[in-house]
Each structure stands twice: as structure tokens, then as C-alpha cells.
């Protein structure tokens, strides 16, 4: 690709992530979809959960002065650390760009930013640089909040226990248990100001999402309306991108040759993610389900799962001995690899986006267990709108039992291939994901 500005050299695009692995993820599979369609692309990182510069020698990398070192980064505590990432990311942001301004030989086309990192925006406008957002969630999701916020301005939040399982009016097909908050309680001051600018556009050019237009075609539309912009629907971009590293932790792929050893779709995968955290109770109630539902199961216990104590060593007794060789358990796993597996037949999840999409992809139905913000959307969407997901409603056991062996659960595994094969034809050219990314790489190179 030329330069717009004549000289044949490759444009470049700046990208910040939130540095968290299912923000981080998207980010960096972002870039090494535009790096393939001939653009230079820098990452500017935090220190903090900072990606490993030798798996990415297409990208260059400059890092930001976060100053989170020695802050609780657990879930609890994010809206605290987002605050010092933003405050303390500015100055060196701001630095890192005027130098590269400032070198003849750069031609920053923009920088493409995760929303939460907000003073990129700032330093754009100053700078007078292009900004494009990066939405790493469904859209859906998205358009969840607007009905957040109607409900809280026409006070019709707190409501009563009782209403939980009530539609949200226009918001089909959510419930009120389904919104990324609790509907039963007040929204405190620090949530609402931070929804409030998680849905700011601030001076954006476009928004980039990882999600499918067929997926999520009703809240993109709705969307649009609300985000008078162009919109750029480029996912899944796990598919989209080369395969790339993007694991923070060390995965272990023992588990692969453990599933070639399994039949076809006999085993249930089982994962909440990087970050969800669960107590002890429940951490119990997963591993007596397993046990109990006698099917083949690969279980990913990270360390930091369970709350304030080391997950795998909490593991009740005897549960080990009990589920032999047909369990296996692991700190952490090369997920893609092990849902393209064809040993593996269903997926019990959080449900958080990238979970959702890379399941979507291989056609692998899901057990839903969401645990907060737009897990629960997409699980309702699973459940409900695409139907190749069972909720987690009575026990583990059942729930699997469900997936793994029922008839309910081999229609829902046929509809989720059907799902795969649509995402597949996104892709190609002439579908909706190929054409939009072509459309986005024009609009880059007019900026
Ligand atoms: C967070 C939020 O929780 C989620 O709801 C939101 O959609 C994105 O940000 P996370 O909880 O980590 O992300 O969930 P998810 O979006 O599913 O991302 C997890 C990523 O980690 C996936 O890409 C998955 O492949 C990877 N992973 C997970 C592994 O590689 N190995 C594992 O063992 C578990």
C-alpha cells in the first residue's frame, strides 16, 4: 500500500489497549490485521500486563508510565486503576506522540484506542490526530446501556426482586436480570460516571467492532442511529488476523495430547475467563458437577479464580482420585486450539466476548454461566436469540448432562455449526466482515 501522501512509505496506526487479556487480546489481533493489509502499526502499552515485544516483530512498541505497580488490580478495584491508567498514561502518551510527529520519516494515519483508555482522546485533540474506538465487545452489549440509562432517568430503577425475570421494554430479548447491572440496585455515582464515558464516542472518526453483522445486526442498527458514524463490523478477529500469541499467562498444552486421546465431542471444556472470580462453594459445586455428570472434561482452574485463596489447592477432597483420568484440570490453556479440537463437544463458560466468539467459531454449543457486565447479555443471547446455549439454571450436572447427551443438546450443537459455517462466509470475500475491512483500510488511508 502507497502512502496517501506519495512518498510509497506504509502508513503507520497507533493502538492503546486496556491492558487486560480480553481487551489486550482483540487489540493486538487488530493490529496484525492491519499490519497483513499494509499498514505499520505501533502499541502503545502500559507497563502493567505490558505483551511480550518478541511475539510481535511486525509491531513496534512504546510503553506508557502507568504508576499502577503496587495497586490491587482485581475486579473489586478496576474503576480505581482505570482512573490512575488514565491520569497517569497521559504525559508519556502525549510525549511518545510528539516525538513521533516530529519524525519526518512517520506518517501517523491515527490511533485506534480501547474506550477505556480516554486520554488518548485528549492528546489526539491536541495533536490533532485521527482517533478511531475499538469496541471489544458485542454490540449488543452496547446498546444494553441505553437502556440502563433511559431506566434510570425515568427512575425506574432500583425495582423489585419480583421484576427481575420481566422483558426490558424494547430491548428484546433481555430481562432485567439480563442488564450488565443489577436493576435491584441503586447505580453508585463512580459506575455511572464511568457508563457514562464507556458510551462517549469523544471525538472518534468510527468505531471498529470484533462482532459479526449477522450476530448482531438489530443493536448495531439501533446503534448507528444513536452513533451517527461510520461503523467498521470486522470480527471475529481471531479468524480475521494470522494466529498470533496473545496469552498473558503461560498456557499449557499438555491438554492437547490429553483431547487426542478422547473421542469426537465427548469433552466439556470449561473456563470463566481472566477474570472472573467465584467462591469456594461454587468452585465445589463445579468440581462434584463434573464428577458427577461422568463426562470427559477439561477444566481450567487459574490461580487467581477463586476469591482470596489459591483455586487449585481448594479443590475438594477426594475429587481428584475420583474423576482419574477423565478430568483434567490446568492454570491455563491454549483455548482456540482446544475448541477447534474435535474432541471437544461443548463449552462451559462466563460467556465473556471472546469466549462467545471463538466458541461460535469451531460450532461449539456452551453451558452459560455468567458472572458480570456483558457476560450476561451474551448468555442470553445464546440462550435465547441464537439457541445453542443452556443456561447454568439447576446444577453443573445437569446443565452438562443437557449439552453433552440430550437431544435439546444435539439440536443446539447442529444450530451452532450452522453458525460457524455463516461466520465462515462473513469472511470471505464478498461477505460482510471482508467488505467492511476493506472499507475501514480506505477510510484509514483518507484520514
Ligand atoms: C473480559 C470480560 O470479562 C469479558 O466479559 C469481556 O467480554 C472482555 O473482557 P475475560 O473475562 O478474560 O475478558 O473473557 P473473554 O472475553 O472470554 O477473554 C478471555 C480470553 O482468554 C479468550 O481469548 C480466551 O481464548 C483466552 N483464554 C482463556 C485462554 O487463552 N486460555 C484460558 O485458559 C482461558
Known sequence: MKSSSGGGRRRRVVLVPYPFQGHLTPMLQLGSILHEKGFSITVAHTEFNSPKPSNYPNFNFLALSDNVDGHDTSFHNLLNVMSAMNTNCEPSFQEHMVRMLDDDDDDVACVIYDNIMKFVDVVAKRLHLPTILLRTTSAAFMHSHLALFRLAAQNSIPLPESELEVPVPN????????????????IPEAVE?????YMNIRSSSAV??????????????QLQQHWPLPFFTIGPFHKMSPPLPTSLMEEDTICLSWLDKRAPNSVIYVSLGSMAIIGEEELHELAWGLAKSEQPFLWVVRPSLLNGSDAMGSLPEGFKNLVGERGLIVKWAPQKKVLAHSAVGGFLSHCGWNSTLESLCEGVPMVCRPCFADQLVNARYLTHVWRVGVGLEKSVESAV??????DCGREMRERAVGMKLEIESAMKLGGSSSDSLDQLVKFIVSL
Open 208 to 221: 471498529i467492532w470484533n462482532t459479526v453483522e449477522s450476530l448482531d445486526e438489530w443493536p448495531l442498527q
Open 193 to 197: 460516571e464511568f457508563l457514562q464515558s
Open 401 to 406: 448432562s443437557t449439552l453433552m447427551s440430550s
Open 171 to 186: 430491548v428484546p430479548p433481555l430481562r432485567f436480570k439480563d442488564l450488565p447491572l443489577r436493576a435491584t440496585e441503586e
